[in-house]
């Protein structure tokens, strides 16, 4: 007969060792993060990445770049998924959690422009603003809709960002429904063409030298915008260039540390939102 080991002495495992659940990672926390062009009310929109994005990080001030909702869409018919609702209740509870949030009104939703300067609860609506940096920089937030008219290829812009655009958009559905079917990830068939077809690469360094060149003749030392869906940080005649992106297509956003240093996510490449994945799928599990 087996007996009970009088002292912890008489058995190797006496008393049971202590099992230490592994810590939760920290929250990235940032002083300021930029987003733009989430177009909800389309079918493109990528609400739950952006949601996914919003609760897994901590930051200070919000600056929602412009055409967080798309009017010109939803005059010809509103599509609307509860994952836009999720979007629109987190942020009235950032505000309400006391985080400014600054929502900079961009083209697709321009019907909020006459209503520049006016705020609920902690939500200011501005047509364009400035942020200052930590590290002490003046930068000018606005969409940059304001700009297209100075570039070189503006009928480009308007069959791309137009019927054009809804055509590439309808072509990229299709196609990453094939590739999940195949077990393949998300790949931005407009973002190839932005990369391979010169004119739209023309037009995009046009656009960029417009934005940079308005904001150095206002004597900002940089600017952050949108637009045109095509995330950046660079350097363009010794201003500071910032484009968050979009949530359609690359689901980016521009964030500032505490020391004012600016960076560039990509969500669907990110670590934290792999984990975050993992950590979902054991749940259901």
Request: net charge positive.
């Amino acid at each position: 007969m087996n007996s009970t080991p009088s002292s912890p002495s008489d058995a190797s495992h006496w008393p049971p060792e202590r099992v230490i659940a592994p810590a939760k990672p920290k929250k990235p926390h940032y002083r300021s993060v930029f987003i733009s062009d989430v177009h909800l009310g389309t079918k493109d929109c990528k609400a739950s990445q952006l949601n996914d994005f919003l609760k897994l990080h901590k930051f200070d001030n919000l600056y929602l770049v412009g055409d967080i909702f798309d009017g010109w869409r939803m005059r010809s018919g509103i599509h609307w998924h509860k994952s836009f609702n999720r979007i629109i209740s987190r942020v009235l509870k950032l505000s309400k959690n006391d985080v400014p949030v600054f929502y900079i009104t961009g083209n697709h939703d321009e019907f909020l422009r006459k209503f520049a300067n006016s705020r609920f609860e902690n939500i200011k609506l501005l047509n364009r603003m400035d942020h200052t940096t930590a590290d002490g920089r003046r930068l000018l937030v606005i969409h940059g809709d304001q700009f297209e008219s100075v570039t070189h290829c503006s009928r480009l812009l308007k069959h791309i960002g137009d019927r054009g655009y809804d055509m590439l958009m309808f072509i990229n559905r299709l196609i990453n429904r094939f590739r999940t079917r195949v077990g393949f990830g998300y790949w931005s068939f407009s973002g190839y063409l932005k990369d391979h077809i010169q004119r739209a690469q023309s037009y995009i360094r046009d656009y960029e030298c417009a934005v940079a060149h308005g904001a150095r003749r206002q004597q900002y030392d940089g600017v952050i915008c949108g637009h045109i869906h095509q995330a950046a940080i660079k350097k363009i005649e010794g201003v500071d260039y910032y484009n968050t992106g979009d949530w359609v297509e690359s689901c980016t956003a521009i964030v500032e540390h505490h020391d004012g240093r600016m960076e560039l996510i990509h969500w669907l490449e990110h670590p934290l939102k792999f984990e975050h994945e993992k950590s979902q799928k054991k749940r259901k599990s």
